[in-house]
C-alpha cells in the first residue's frame, strides 16, 4: 500500500469488505440523511425508497437504536397488556425475556461479559450519577484523618457535583477535600499514568476515595485502571471508576483489575436509548454478606443505602421490618427498576452476544487508526495539499491509551464553520465549544467508509474555514 492509497474511497471500501464484523450493521438504524432534516416524525417516514443512511459517528454520545429494540419493547408490553401484574412473574415459551421482577437480573447477566465481571458483580439500575451517590454513600466513609476524594480536574461535571455534595453532606468543606488532578499542560489534557500515580501520592495519607474516568470523554484518554487501582491500593485507598466511556468501548476486567465499584451509563456505546437505565459494578469482596446463623438480626455486610429492591428477593414481599440484602452488586439496588427500560437495554445486548469485546476492540483499533492516518497527513484527491493543519488530535496516539473516540482541537474560531460544513454532508459528531470536536466510530456500525467521508469532508471544512477567517469573513 502507498501512503497515498489509504485516501481513496476504493482502499475504504476495501476494507470495508475484509471487516469480518460489517454484518453488525445491518441490525441498527443509522438515521438517514433525509430524516435528520425532516421536520415531522411521521410523515413520510414508511418511505419506499431507502434514502441514504447519515454518517453517524456520535456512539459516544448517543448510540443508534438497534433494529431489534422495538421487537424487544413490543414483547414487554404485550407481557404487560396480557398478563398485568402477573407479568412478573410469568414466562413465556415463545419469548426469552424473564419476568418483570427478574428482567434486571437478565440484564446483569448480559452485561457481565461486557465489563469482564463475575455473576453478581453488576446490578443494572437507576442512572450513572444516581448510582455515583449510591456508591459514594457505601465507599466514601471518611474520618478525620482520611476524608478527600482525588478526582480530575476535568471530569464530567455531574461527577464534580456529585463529589463535591458528597464531601459537604459529611460536613467537610470541597475546597480542602477535593482534590483534582489538572493536566499538565493546557496544549496536552491527556493526563500521563506516571502524573496520575504520583498526584495520589501527595494526597494518599489522608484520602479516602478516588474517582477516575475509564475512557476521559473530553480527550478520549483510556486510563490505565488495573494500575491506578493496584496502586491506590497500595495506599489503602478505595476506587471507583466512572465508565460511561469505556463500557461497550474498551475491553473491561473489572473483576480481575480488583476495582472497588465502577458506574457507567448505558445510552452511549451500549446503545439503550436516551437517559436508558444505568449500570455498575461492586466486587464481590464489597457485596459479600456474613450471616449471623439463624434468627439473629445480626449479618454483617458492607453498609449501604438501602431499598427494597436490594433485599432478599424470596422474602420481599413477606413485608418485613430487617433489611437482608441479596448478596452481590444486586443488594446495592434500592427501588423497583423500568422494565421497559431493562428491555431496551436486553435489545442492545442481543448484538453484543453476537460478537465479543476483543472482536469490537479489535476493529474499533483500525477504525480509529485510520482515522488518525486520514486526518494527521491528508492528501484527499481533488482537494489542496494542507500545509499547515489547522487542527491538533489531542486525544493520546498510542493505541492502547484511547478507545474509539478522537477528540480534535481546532484552531481558534474555525468550529462553527465547521459545523456547518458538517451538517450540510450529514455527518453527526459532536462538539464541545469552543474547539473541539469528537468524532467516535463505533464498531457496530460505522464503516471505514464513514470514517473516509467525515476525514474528507473536515479537513476540508478545516481548510475552507481557515481560509475565510484569514479573509476577515
Ligand atoms: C463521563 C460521564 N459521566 C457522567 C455522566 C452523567 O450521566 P447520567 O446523566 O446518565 O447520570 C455522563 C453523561 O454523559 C458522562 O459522559
Known amino acids: 500500500m502507498s501512503s497515498s492509497e489509504i485516501f481513496a474511497r476504493e482502499y475504504a ?156 453532606h459529611h460536613g467537610f468543606d470541597p475546597k480542602e477535600a477535593m482534590i483534582t488532578i489538572e493536566p499538565e499542560t493546557e496544549s496536552t489534557p491527556a493526563l500521563s499514568t506516571e502524573y496520575i500515580l504520583s498526584s495520589i501520592d501527595q494526597h494518599a495519607s489522608t484520602t479516602a476515595l478516588i474517582l477516575l474516568p475509564g475512557v476521559q470523554y473530553y480527550t478520549g484518554q483510556y486510563l490505565d485502571i488495573r494500575k491506578i487501582t493496584a496502586h491506590a491500593h497500595a495506599h489503602g485507598i478505595m476506587i471507583g471508576w466512572d465508565l460511561a466511556h469505556a463500557v461497550g468501548n474498551v475491553e473491561l476486567s ?74 452481590g452488586a444486586q443488594g446495592f439496588q434500592v427501588g423497583n427498576p423500568s422494565s421497559l427500560a431493562v428491555t431496551s437495554l436486553i435489545a442492545s445486548l442481543d448484538v453484543f452476544q453476537k460478537t465479543s469485546m476483543a472482536q469490537l476492540r479489535k476493529k474499533s483499533m483500525a477504525l480509529t487508526r485510520y482515522l488518525e492516518q486520514l486526518l494527521v497527513d491528508p492528501h484527499f484527491e481533488g482537494e489542496e495539499a494542507v500545509l499547515t493543519l489547522p487542527y491538533k488530535i489531542i486525544t493520546p496516539a498510542d493505541p492502547a491509551s484511547r478507545g474509539a473516540q478522537l477528540s480534535v482541537r481546532l484552531n481558534p474560531g474555525l468550529l462553527d464553520i465547521v459545523l456547518v460544513e458538517l451538517e450540510h454532508a450529514s455527518i453527526v459528531i459532536d462538539e464541545r465549544k469552543p474547539d473541539v470536536v469528537r468524532v467516535a466510530p463505533a464498531p457496530l456500525y460505522n464503516t471505514f467508509q464513514d470514517v473516509w467521508e467525515f476525514a474528507r469532508v473536515f479537513t476540508a471544512a478545516s481548510v475552507k474555514a481557515l481560509a475565510e477567517t484569514a479573509n476577515g469573513h
Open 254 to 327: 473489572l473483576h480481575e483489575w480488583d476495582v472497588d465499584f465502577a458506574v457507567w451509563c448505558n445510552y452511549k456505546y451500549l446503545n439503550a436509548g436516551p437517559g436508558s437505565i444505568a449500570g455498575l459494578f461492586v466486587h464481590d469482596r464489597h457485596g459479600q454478606i456474613h450471616h449471623a446463623g439463624p434468627n439473629t438480626t445480626k449479618d454483617t455486610y458492607r453498609p449501604r443505602l438501602a431499598g427494597w429492591w436490594g433485599g432478599d428477593k424470596s422474602i420481599r414481599f413477606q413485608m418485613g421490618r430487617e433489611f437482608v440484602p441479596i448478596p
Open 13 to 168: 471500501v476495501h476494507l470495508d469488505s475484509q471487516d469480518p464484523l460489517k454484518h453488525l450493521r445491518s441490525l441498527f438504524i443509522i438515521p438517514s440523511k433525509t430524516d435528520l432534516k425532516a421536520k415531522c416524525l411521521f410523515k413520510n417516514s414508511e418511505r419506499e425508497v431507502q434514502d441514504e443512511p447519515s454518517i453517524y459517528l456520535c456512539g459516544n454520545s448517543l448510540g443508534c437504536q438497534p433494529k431489534g429494540t422495538s421487537q424487544r419493547v413490543s414483547e414487554h408490553l404485550t407481557a404487560w397488556a396480557k398478563k398485568g401484574v402477573l407479568g412478573h412473574f410469568t414466562t413465556h415459551h415463545d419469548c426469552d425475556l424473564a419476568g418483570f421482577l427478574d428482567i434486571d437480573h437478565q440484564a446483569a447477566n448480559m452485561m457481565e461479559p461486557i465489563v469482564g465481571a463475575l455473576p453478581d458483580e453488576v446490578a443494572i439500575m437507576e442512572s450513572l450519577t444516581a448510582n455515583l451517590h449510591l456508591m459514594m454513600a457505601s465507599f466514601y466513609r471518611p474520618n478525620k484523618r482520611r476524608y478527600k476524594i482525588i478526582l480530575e480536574g476535568k471530569a464530567f461535571p455531574s461527577d464534580h457535583y456529585a463529589v463535591q455534595s458528597q464531601i459537604k
